[in-house]
């Protein structure tokens, strides 16, 4: 991995981490970059002194570049998460139960989230019922 020091048009200095020096200028004539401050994509590399890197210091960079970018992931996630129960029923436990009585017209029709175990959800989508899973937020399973 190579970190490119970036700026864009509107001087705003950045970093970037590429496979190669050509994978740069691959994304950028895709316009697949964009500055993080103001999106623009009028990206170069600015000055950068050179680094020569240890293993050990490798090893740090790769589990540092991980774990930003699990944190990330995360930030999405939960983010889609909120966006998928915004205005949304907590049912817990009676997922399942519920989602059958909208279903079937018992109850009336509304946007419900819950928990429901695998057989729980087969069974449901074998009758017809309409599901969604949620995203799993990594913080959830610790």
């Given at each position: ?56 210091q490798?090893?740090k ?40 009585k ?41």
């Amino acid at each position: 991995m190579i970190n490119f020091n970036l700026i864009c048009d509107h001087e705003h200095d950045f970093d970037g981490w590429f496979g190669s020096s050509d994978d740069f200028d691959v994304q950028l004539k895709k316009g697949l970059l964009t500055c993080p401050v103001c999106e623009s994509a009028k990206i170069s590399k600015s000055l950068m002194s050179p680094s020569v890197a240890t293993g050990r210091q490798k090893e740090k960079l790769a589990l540092a570049n991980r774990t930003a970018g699990q944190q990330e992931v995360a930030k999405q996630l939960k983010a889609l998460r909120e966006k998928m129960t915004e205005g949304s029923e907590d049912v817990g436990s009676r997922f399942p139960e519920e989602a059958r009585k909208i279903h079937y017209g018992e109850s009336e029709k509304r946007g419900i989230y819950g928990e429901a175990n695998r057989e729980e959800v087969a069974s449901l989508v074998d009758e017809g019922v309409e599901i969604v899973p949620l995203p799993s937020l990594p913080d959830e399973a610790n």
